[in-house]
């Protein structure tokens, strides 16, 4: 067995998840599952093959142009609202379930 | 006329006509919706006040006789993972079970320029992860050719809509298959884009280098169409391709005469259903009849597709997903004391089980220690998974293939085996991974008259290349 409940503890902290007793056992029993078919993947010898983040660097405008420079007409100037306006704060906290007219609520943070 | 058989040219025909107004034809579909979709399940919001307010505008400018656009009156529905301005949109989950957008998706914003008419919004599985649609939070959909089957997911709101006569076309989106696999279940025509091809701006990300818009519709001339209208490149997505789009709906009648075919023999083997390869295999005869040199190819490395896919879009789902915390817009657990638990609760409370599996393996394969056994080396193989194609283009124009293994599955009938319900995907995740178009045709049925997909891939931006051999296919 690949992965362990301390595993599984330590990696729903990591995606601030709790899970229940029941749920964990479940993840203990398909993680397991899907990483012993993940397995497959270690019979090629992939030393030499370079790893592929995405597919845009292959289709980039300027293809005499390296790297980033090849996706210069994905980048704009730096400058406020430079695509659109910012949405209106009203609208922006309008799925907010707490907030007050400025900013988000949140329970406390800082203990004193 | 029955107003829910039309096609795109023809709905926009007989409004331009006279012969029927959108108010008429947006009427018929919710009628049809009230009437069917009980059974089906297809849709999770209406959108009707906006709907109606788009037949308005087309049916005045049709009464002033001026031409109408390529898409206006046509009644479309859209995948719930889209985000529609002051519509609900839920990505098919309980997290999203409030939500409001402030602002359109690019896609679903071309579709309502070019005149066409939102009836509302498409059940999916929840963020798009599933092969079923059992995985929305809502309810499942129901196969409209057989309800005690599956419409396929994870676009199976989108497939069944337009299967189902409840809209002349739909948006879905694929990032391992969603489109393909259940245009296929339901006997609907499907077509993922080239990555890059069509703006996401809007789309709610599972995993972003592998998430595609593309259309589902009745026939192969209206997804290009559809296509044409959303397709180029959008400022608001920097992944999106600044390359010319070609007229797909001009170049749909070009000859196939001497356009050579590749078929993979990785993608006729074990685990693939007889009578689907017999579909298969005849439509490949067919196609070789009208002209096209068939080519054997091989795509040695196509074993390895499904745990690829599965490292990459579980590690790009865990950190996109990382934004539902409850504070800005997704659920809020109630009563927490610190941050922290109210994170931990909301998200617990808010995801559906497929949801937090793959969050988990995510994480797990993103994890210190772990990144280059799972995470990098699952991006290597994506390198030699889309050599297999570069090398296969070499030697042809097209590829085709079975989009599924197997015609619609029952439901409940893989929903305890997770791995099971992965192979579902076996034929389709490859081309995502890669990037490359692909589009997926009804090509007969089995015997128990289910739809069975034919799926023609093509190179980087080729989609004029797949949708000419589908057209061809389609018209013989």
Known sequence: ??????????????????????????????????????????????????????????????????????????????????????????????NASDADEQFFRVPKVIER | MDLTSLTIDAARSAIQERQTTALA?????????????????????????????????????????????????????????????????????????????????????????????????????????GSSNENSAYHPVRNPRDLNRVPGGSSGGSAAAVAAGMAVATLGSDTGGSIRQPASFCGVVGLMPTYGRVSRYGLIAFASSLDHIGPLTKTVKDAATVLRTIAGRDPMDSTSADVPVPDFVAELNKPIRGLRLGVAKEYFAEGLDDEVRQAVESAIDKLKGLGCEIVPVSLPHTPYAIPTYYLIATAEASSNLARYDGVRYSHRARGAKTLAEMYRRSRDEGFGAEVKRRIMLGTYALSAGYYDAYYLKAQKVRTLLTRDFDEAFGKVDAIVTPTSPTAAFRLGEKTNDPLAMYLADIYTVTADLAGIPGISIPCGETKETLPIGLQILGKHFGESTILRVAQMYAQS
Do not use: W
Request: aromatic share 6%; glycine share 8%; hydrophobic share 40%.
């Open chain 1, 1 to 94: 067995m690949k992965v362990t409940e301390k595993d599984v503890a330590y990696v729903a902290d990591l995606a601030n998840l709790e899970l229940t007793g029941e749920e964990r056992r479940g993840m203990l029993r398909d993680l397991n599952s899907i990483l012993d078919y993940i397995d497959l993947l270690n019979e090629l010898d992939t030393s030499d093959v370079p790893p592929m983040a995405q597919v845009s660097d292959r289709y980039g405008a300027n293809e005499s142009k390296q790297g980033s420079e090849r996706f210069a007409y994905a980048s704009r100037e730096d400058v406020l609202e430079g695509l659109r306006k910012s949405l209106p704060h009203e609208d922006a906290l309008a």
């Open chain 2, 25 to 129: 034809l947006a009427e018929a579909h919710y009628a049809r919706i009230q009437k069917e979709d009980g059974a089906i399940g297809a849709f999770l919001t209406l959108s009707k006040e906006r709907a109606l307010e788009q037949a308005d505008r087309i049916d005045r400018i049709a009464a002033e006789g001026k031409p109408l656009p390529a898409l206006a009156g046509v009644p479309v529905g859209i995948k719930d993972v889209m985000s529609t301005r002051g519509v609900r949109t839920t990505a098919g989950s309980k997290i999203l079970e409030k939500y409001i957008p402030p602002y359109d998706c690019t896609a679903v914003a071309r579709m309502e320029a070019a005149g066409a008419m939102v009836l509302g919004k498409l059940n999916c599985d929840e963020f798009a992860m």
